[in-house]
C-alpha cells in the first residue's frame, strides 16, 4: 500500500506539470482503475453474499432487496448477525464430514510428496534417456477423466469391500494430484542452479545429502505452494466422493448435498455451511495465488 | 553389469526379473509411476475390457461378451448423442466466453492501480470456490425466480421474471461455470501479459498506435499461446463437468442439461449398466485425449517462451 500511495503523489505531481493531453491519460488511468474494482467486486460478490446470509435468520436470508452489512437494522441494508446457523449446522453433523475431508487431504499430501518429490528430483537431477517421457507419462495420467476410470475403480472398492472407505478416496486424491506436484516440483528443481548441486556433489555428498540437505530447502516454499495446490484440488473434490463414499466416509461437498432441494426454506444454513466449506481452501489459494498459475498449467507457466 | 542386472540375469523368469531390475535401477521414479499405472491406466484398461462386455451389475448372470455391440447401441441410441450436443453446446460456450472475459480482465489488472492486488484476489476467488457450494450458491440467492437478487434486478427495471434452470437450466449452468473459469484463464493470460515487456507496448505508442490497434497487432499475437493453454485446460476440464449440474438441474428438465459425464454416471449408478457405461466413457477418453495431444504439442513452445 506504501507503494501505491507513493505512486499516487508522484503521479499527482505529474499531473500538476502535465499537458491537456497527460491528464487525459490520467483519467483513462482513473476510470480504469474504477472498473477494475466493480469488476472485482462483482466476481467477488457471490461470495460475500453467501458468507453475509450464513448470519442471517432464515426469514431474513430471502428477504429482497438484500440486507447485505451484518452492522444492525439502523445501518442501510444492514442486518444483526446471528450465529444461529453455524450452532445449526454443527448440530446437524457437519463435524465428522469436516474431519474426513481433513484426513482425506492430509493422507493424499503425505502420499503425494512421498511419491512425487523423489521423482521430481530425479527427473531434473538424475536425467536419463527416458525422462521426458516419464514427464509425459504422468501429463497424460491428468488428462484422464474421471469417468474413464470410476466405473472399475467402483467395482474393485466393493469387492474389497473399500466403497466408504476414507483409505478409498485417499488414492484416488493421489493419484488425481500426482501429476500435478511432478510437474510443479519439476518445475522448482529446474530453477536451481547446476554449479550448487555440482558444488554439492563434488565436495561427496550423496544422494539423499544432495537432496536433504540442498535441493529440497531451496525449493520449500514451492513445495508448500504444491501442498497448498494439491489440498485446494482435494479438499473440492465430489465426483470420486459421491460415488465411492457414503455414510461413514462422507466429505464436505457432500454435506452440501442436502441442500439441493431446499426452495427457499434453508438458506441461511446452506449459506453457512458453504462458508464453513470453502473458506479453509479459499485463504489457501489467496495465500499461494502466485504459484497457483504455475500450478494450473503443470508448470508450463510462471 | 550392475547387481541388480546380475540378479535379474540369473532367475529363471525373465520378464519378473526384468521388473525387479528396472525398479531397482529406478529407485526414485519407480514408486510414481507403479502407483499412477494401477490407479489410472490398469482401470482405464479395465474400462476398455468392460465396454465389450454385456454386463447389467443388476442382472450379472445375463453378462456375456458383447463384441463392439455397446458401441454400436450407444451410438444410435437418443441419449448418447443428446448428451454429446448439450457437452459441445456446454464445453464451446463456456470456454468462449470464459476466454473473452478472462483476457478483458487479465487487460483490467495489468496496469498498476491502488489495491491492485486486493482486486487480483477478489478476481481468482471464484475458482477457489468449493465448485458444489459455487452451484448451490447461485442456484439460491442469486438466480432464484422468486428469491434471487439477479430475477430482482431484472424486474425492478422492468425486465421479465426468469426461472433460469426451469427455462433456460443450459444458460444458468453456463453462467455458473464461466463465473469459476474467467479468472482462471485471466491468470494464465495475466502471466502472459507480464512477459510481455513494456518496452514494446511503449514503443506501438510512440510510433503512433492506437489503443486498440495497440492491443490488436501487439497484445493479441503475443497472448496467441496463452490462449491456446487457457481453451485446451479449460476444454479438458470444463468436458468433464458433474459438479454444476448435479448440484442444480441433475440432468434436467428432461436430458437437456445431461453432459456426458453426467449420463454416465446415470447409467452405472442408477441404471446399474456397466457395458454401457464404459463404452460412454472410453469414447469421452478419446474425445479429451484429441485435445490433450494438442496441449502436449504446445508444451514446449510455452516453455521456451517462460525461461
Not at chain 2, 521414479?29 to 462386455?53: D, E, K
Not at chain 2, 443388476?58 to 441410441?77: A, M, Q
Not at chain 2, 513494456?198 to 506501438?204: G, N
Not at chain 2, 469414447?283 to 517462451?305: E, R, T
Request: aromatic fraction near 12%; hydrophobic fraction near 55%; proline fraction near 5%.
Amino acid at each position: 500500500m506504501a507503494m501505491t500511495g507513493r505512486l499516487a503523489l508522484g503521479s499527482r505531481q505529474r499531473a500538476k506539470v502535465a499537458t491537456r493531453q497527460g491528464s487525459a491519460v490520467e483519467r483513462a488511468g482513473t476510470l480504469r482503475a474504477i472498473v477494475a474494482w466493480v469488476v472485482g467486486l462483482l466476481f467477488f460478490f457471490p461470495v460475500f453474499y453467501l458468507i453475509v446470509t450464513g448470519f442471517k435468520t432464515e426469514a431474513a436470508a430471502v428477504l429482497l432487496p438484500p440486507q447485505l452489512f451484518p452492522f444492525g437494522d439502523q445501518f442501510p441494508a444492514g442486518f444483526t448477525p446471528t450465529l444461529e446457523n453455524y450452532k445449526a449446522i454443527f448440530d446437524r453433523g457437519f463435524g465428522p464430514y469436516f474431519l474426513n475431508s481433513i484426513i482425506v487431504v492430509v493422507a493424499s499430501s503425505v502420499l503425494i510428496v512421498a511419491l512425487a518429490l523423489p521423482c521430481a528430483y530425479a527427473l531434473v537431477w538424475r536425467r536419463g534417456k527416458r525422462s521426458s517421457n516419464v514427464m509425459f507419462f504422468f501429463l497424460s495420467t491428468k488428462f484422464l477423466p474421471a469417468v474413464g476410470v470410476i466405473i472399475p475403480i467402483f467395482i474393485i472398492a466393493r469387492d474389497l469391500h473399500a466403497i466408504d472407505n476414507l483409505a478409498t478416496l485417499v488414492v484416488m486424491y493421489t493419484a488425481m494430484n500426482l501429476a500435478i506436484a511432478i510437474w510443479l516440483l519439476r518445475s522448482f528443481f529446474d530453477e536451481i542452479p547446476r554449479d550448487v548441486i555440482q558444488a554439492a556433489r563434488v565436495d561427496g555428498a550423496d544422494l539423499r545429502m544432495e537432496m536433504q540437505y540442498v535441493a529440497i530447502p531451496m525449493i520449500f516454499p514451492g513445495l508448500v505452494a504444491t501442498v497448498f495446490i494439491c489440498t485446494i484440488f482435494a479438499w473440492n473434490e465430489f465426483f470420486f466422493a459421491v460415488n465411492l463414499m457414503a455414510t461413514k466416509g462422507a466429505t464436505v461437498p457432500m454435506f452440501m448435498i442436502g441442500f439441493v432441494t431446499s426452495e427457499g426454506l434453508f438458506w441461511a444454513k446452506l449459506a453457512a455451511a458453504g462458508t464453513l466449506a470453502m473458506m479453509p481452501v479459499v485463504v489457501l489459494g489467496w495465500l499461494a495465488q502466485k504459484q497457483l498459475v504455475r500450478g494450473l498449467s503443470m508448470g508450463a507457466v510462471k | 553389469m550392475t547387481q541388480a542386472e546380475l540378479v535379474a540375469a540369473r532367475t529363471p523368469f525373465p520378464i519378473v526379473s526384468g521388473v525387479v531390475g528396472w525398479i531397482k535401477r529406478n529407485g526414485l521414479v519407480a514408486p510414481a509411476i507403479i502407483f499412477a499405472v494401477v490407479v489410472t491406466q490398469a482401470p482405464f484398461a479395465l474400462t476398455i475390457w468392460f465396454s465389450l462386455q454385456k454386463w447389467n451389475l443388476l442382472r450379472p448372470e445375463n453378462s456375456r461378451f458383447n463384441g463392439l455391440g455397446n458401441y454400436i447401441d450407444i451410438l444410435t441410441r437418443g441419449d448418447f448423442i443428446s448428451a454429446l450436443i448439450v457437452t459441445v453446446i456446454l464445453t464451446f460456450s463456456s470456454v468462449a466466453a470464459a476466454l473473452i472475459i478472462g483476457i478483458g480482465l487479465a487487460e483490467l489488472v495489468n496496469q498498476r492501480f491502488p489495491g491492485r492486488n486486493i482486486v487480483r484476489t477478489l478476481l481468482i476467488t471464484p475458482f477457489l470456490v468449493m465448485p458444489v457450494v459455487a452451484a448451490l450458491g447461485w442456484k439460491t440467492t442469486l438466480l432464484n425466480p422468486v428469491f434471487g437478487i439477479v430475477d430482482w434486478l431484472m424486474t425492478s427495471v422492468g425486465l421479465p421474471r426468469i426461472d433460469w434452470f426451469a427455462e433456460y437450466p443450459l444458460i444458468g449452468i453456463i453462467t455458473i461455470i464461466v463465473w469459476r473459469w474467467a479468472p482462471f484463464m485471466m491468470l494464465i493470460l495475466l502471466a502472459g501479459l507480464q512477459a510481455l515487456s513494456d518496452e514494446v507496448r511503449e514503443a506501438s505508442k510512440v510510433d503512433g498506435a492506437s489503443p486498440s490497434q495497440e492491443f490488436r497487432f501487439i497484445v493479441l499475437p503475443h497472448l496467441k499461446s496463452y490462449m491456446q493453454l487457457c481453451v485446451l485446460l479449460g476444454t479438458i476440464y470444463i468436458l468433464a463437468e458433474f459438479d454444476t449440474i448435479y448440484m442444480t438441474t441433475q440432468g434436467g428438465p428432461g436430458d437437456r442439461t445431461t453432459n456426458l459425464p453426467y449420463l454416465i454416471y446415470q447409467q452405472v449408478f442408477v441404471s446399474s449398466d456397466v457395458g454401457h457405461a464404459s463404452a460412454m466413457g472410453v469414447l469421452v477418453v478419446v474425445i479429451v485425449y484429441v485435445f490433450a495431444s494438442y496441449f502436449i504439442k504446445l508444451l514446449p513452445q510455452l516453455m521456451k517462451g517462460n525461461q
